[in-house]
């Protein structure tokens, strides 16, 4: 398995305008790839959400389906920090292929417990979809890293936001496209695998229809991606566009040991801060989204006003990530604390005024929305300077650490138990002042990598005074 997954070897490097039109062109080739790739992972990931609605009458119930739920989250959140090391040594190009068709697989074998399984074998059926989520969670896990890996490699730090805010939106994509594709799957081909039997007809949109689209879309992105510019003769990307990282040096582009990866990770203090920050980050992401339905209903406000608002806050997401991308790269000169501090500042404003308007819906779901469009941005900037502060040959180790720490700690700690057990005990005011007081932190943490980011400025003055 190591001999496959290996880094493919250096070619002899091209120079020449014929070299820096194959650049380009592999550029956006490698970049459509991930992205097409990163979306598929999102088609196969919480797909056992939709189905639980539809496993109710099969005599499962919501307590054990919950903990079936849980199996999912838990497992990406170490997967994202712990695979990302196996990811620094190997070849993305097999790599992110390798974890969807994997994904795809388990999921589709989702299929199992219900119908050969059910209810009269409650027990095993519980524990064979508790174990199959959890591995269809971490093959997900697989889905982050390499991605990340060829972003080092092939993009530039002073562009680096511009690039991976477009990127990012790929899981928007891939999720928006879970709901139509349970209902078509179900339409299309349910008859095909259950003839009159219609309540199966779900295990196919939910898990067998998404799982033959990602291992085509599997298939296209090995098809798609390249692991490194010098892998295919090309300078690197460093030097290609004379636009060097603060980390990097010649023992950048070496592969390093699993030792080394963690050692170099571990020990950067500038990565626990933007880690310990993106906890509090995912604890307003998720505090604020997962709990929107829940606050709105329990207001008198309908279930469907709190639905669209709870599709209003994901859609704005992709224009506030864009521009928060661009403009860490074109106006704060690649820099990442300076606009997720800005964003989070506006959000914890936005909060209070969602905190003040709980009866009004049109001020909730303006606020929602503008949450949406602020929150996703300083998610995907931690990623962004995550791989900013690691060395290239550490970069998915260093991503997946923040990871970790924003699903792990800031989700399923305190976005989930925490404000749960707030909310229940001490009303919803008292949650609006955690998720304020999470905004403080996470500004907080972001300012301590203000000063280690502002070699950036320097670099930008010396070469426009030359």
């Not at 080739?29 to 639980?52: D, T």
């Not at 739920?69 to 994202?80: C, P």
């Not at 974890?99 to 299929?111: H, P, T």
Request: glycine content about 10%.
């Amino acid at each position: 398995m190591s001999n496959f997954l290996a880094p493919p070897a250096y070619k002899a490097e091209q120079t020449g305008p014929k070299a820096d039109a194959r650049y380009k062109s592999l550029r956006w080739q490698v970049f459509l790839g991930i992205f097409i790739g990163y979306a598929g992972f999102y088609i196969v990931r919480k797909n056992f959400s939709m189905a639980i609605p539809m496993l109710a009458p099969f005599g499962f119930e919501k307590g054990e389906l919950g903990v079936v739920l849980s199996m999912n989250a838990i497992a990406y959140g170490f997967s994202k920090f712990l695979m990302a090391s196996i990811s620094d040594r190997s070849d993305a190009r097999k790599f992110l292929p390798l974890g969807l068709i994997c994904a795809a697989i388990s999921m589709l074998f989702m299929i199992v417990p219900v119908q050969w399984l059910g209810a009269e074998h409650k027990s095993a059926a519980i524990a064979l979809m508790a174990v199959l989520n959890f591995l269809v969670g971490w093959f997900n896990g697989m889905g982050w890293p390499p991605c990340g890996r060829v972003m080092t490699h092939w993009f530039s730090i002073k562009e680096r936001g511009t690039w991976m805010s477009f990127w990012n939106c790929a899981h928007n994509v891939g999720g928006a496209l879970v709901g139509p594709m349970a209902v078509y799957g179900a339409m299309w081909f349910g008859s095909w695998f259950y003839g009159n039997q219609s309540d199966y007809y779900f295990l196919i949109g939910t898990f067998a229809f998404p799982a033959a689209v990602a291992i085509l879309i599997a298939i296209i992105a090995y098809c798609m991606i390249r692991d490194t510019p010098q892998s295919c003769g090309l300078p690197s990307i460093e030097k290609w566009r004379n636009d060097y990282a603060k980390t990097y040096d010649a023992k950048s582009e070496e592969v390093l040991s699993t030792k080394e990866i963690f050692k170099t990770v571990l020990t950067n203090r500038f990565l626990w801060y933007i880690a310990l920050a993106n906890a509090f980050i995912y604890m307003v992401r998720y505090g604020c989204l997962d709990w929107a339905p829940t606050i709105l209903t329990e207001k008198g406000i309908d279930i469907k006003s709190a639905g669209w608002a709870y599709f209003a806050y994901e859609i704005a997401a992709i224009p506030g990530t864009i521009i928060c991308g661009w403009l860490s790269d074109h106006v704060f000169h690649g820099r990442r604390a300076l606009p997720t501090i800005l964003f989070m500042a506006l959000v914890a404003v936005v909060i209070v005024i969602y905190w003040q308007n709980l009866d009004n819906i049109n001020v909730v779901i303006g606020c929602l929305i503008a949450i949406g469009f602020l929150i996703y941005g300083p998610v995907m900037l931690v990623g962004v300077q995550a791989l900013d502060l690691a060395p290239k040959n550490a970069a998915g180790t260093a991503a997946g650490l923040t990871g970790f720490m924003g699903y792990v700690l800031g989700t399923a700690l305190l976005a989930n138990i925490v404000i749960g057990y707030v909310a229940e005990n001490a009303g919803w005011d008292w949650t609006f002042i955690l998720l304020i007081g999470a905004c403080v932190v996470a500004i907080l943490f972001m300012g301590l990598t203000y000063r280690e980011e502002q070699y950036l400025v320097k670099q930008e003055k010396t070469q426009a005074n030359k």
